[in-house]
């Protein structure tokens, strides 16, 4: 390949202040030792990435953000072996190193090898990216929004070299983590009751897992009504909207359901919205999992609601140790066993990223694919 040890120039989305996205020139320097360089195919715009443009997450001006990609290896750093040039690969934001406490563990997929995601810089503590002479950092060991992007080898997975790559991106991020948050941290039992407040495309993919995992009742429950024909159409069985009762939304689902939901799932992020979901909970066995992202707040939730046995968990990446998870996701979908079809409602090409963050904010927009 020609563009092999050289740096490469392409277009990417860069932040450089909250609130702003704009497409520069940047310079893509080769990887280095135990890194990879990716020619990105496609990506979306996941929750958390909105989160960053925010500046709500913690981040590093400039940088370029995006986690949820596919693309295709273009060239790799010495001691690279688990990908080579060409193979399709997923982008992933929780890495697995295969060697640390937390992926040795059979439990928990939190492995520890983040650094990156840290100092928004690779191991060595430099940026690959610079435009206009300054270096870009990186994000989320990631930088989706860049036609080449530079990853840590145990931040990439080689995928089915037959896998659309312009729809298996969203198990990079989005669908396995709300799937995964069913199946994997919930553990969702068959005949169960479920409630998934927050309908955008996580909280449709935990609605999928309930499904998959036989539950009887799946209550979907968000303000914007837009979003209520889609969570039907993947499983749930009834939709509801806070804004239409007097009463708390826990009280409502206590009226629904008599004893409360089995399951309960925050897929938005909001302190409060994680009460109202562990309140919404059975009080003897109940489980609530927060999925969504709470970051920088603290919860304030009432100890009596475990006095009776209620759990609430966290989950990240839907439990899925990064790399085994995202290959046997795309297999799953390969073999026809998940749907990722009905979450993509947009296709864009990548110079229409702010288009495309402008439609997230619609109820009609789940994903919206960027083609690169
Ligand atoms: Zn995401
Ligand atoms: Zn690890």
Not at 354 to 365: D, F, Q, R, S
């Amino acid at each position: 390949m020609d563009t092999l040890g050289k740096t490469i120039t392409c277009l990417a989305a860069i932040a450089w202040k909250k609130n702003s996205l704009s497409l520069e020139k940047v310079e893509v320097e080769p990887p280095k030792a135990g890194e990879v360089r990716i020619k990105m195919i496609s990506t979306g715009i996941c929750g958390s990435d909105d989160h960053t443009i925010k500046g709500i997450i913690l981040v590093k001006y400039p940088f370029i953000p995006g986690h949820e990609g596919a693309g295709i290896v273009e060239s790799i750093g010495e001691g690279v072996s688990s990908v080579k040039p060409g193979d399709k690969v997923l982008t992933l934001a929780v890495p697995q190193c295969r060697e640390c406490s937390a992926c040795l563990h059979p439990k928990g997929n939190f492995c520890e090898k983040q650094e990156l995601g840290e100092t928004h810089l690779m191991s060595d503590g430099t940026s690959r990216f610079t435009c206009k002479g300054k270096p870009v950092y990186h994000f989320g060991n990631t930088s989706t929004f860049s036609e080449y992007t530079v990853m840590n080898e145990i931040s990439v997975t080689k995928i089915d070299a037959a896998a659309p790559l312009e729809k298996v991106f969203l198990v990079s991020c989005g669908f396995s983590t709300g799937y995964g948050g069913a199946i994997n941290t919930a553990k969702v039992t068959p005949g169960s009751t479920c409630a998934v407040f927050g309908l955008g495309g996580v909280g449709l993919s935990v609605i999928m897992g309930c499904k998959a995992a036989g539950a009887a009742r799946i209550i979907a429950v968000d303000v914007n009504k837009d979003k209520f024909e889609k969570a039907k159409e993947v499983g749930a069985t009834e939709c509801i909207n806070p804004q239409d009762y007097e009463k708390p939304i826990q009280e409502v689902l206590f009226d629904l359901t008599g004893d409360g939901v089995d399951f309960s799932f925050e897929v938005i992020g909001n302190p409060e919205t994680v009460a109202a979901a562990l309140a919404s909970c059975h009080e003897s066995h109940g489980v609530c999992v927060i999925i969504g992202l709470v970051v920088g707040v603290q919860l304030n939730i009432s100890g009596h609601l475990f006095f009776s046995g209620r759990t609430l968990k966290g989950s990240v990446y839907g439990g899925w140790k990064g790399r085994d998870g995202a290959s046997k996701l795309v297999s799953d979908y390969m073999a026809k066993k998940i749907n990722l079809d009905a979450l993509i409602t947009h296709t864009l090409n990548f110079d229409k990223i702010n288009e495309a963050v402008e439609l997230m904010k619609t109820g009609k927009c789940v994903r919206c694919v960027l083609l690169l």
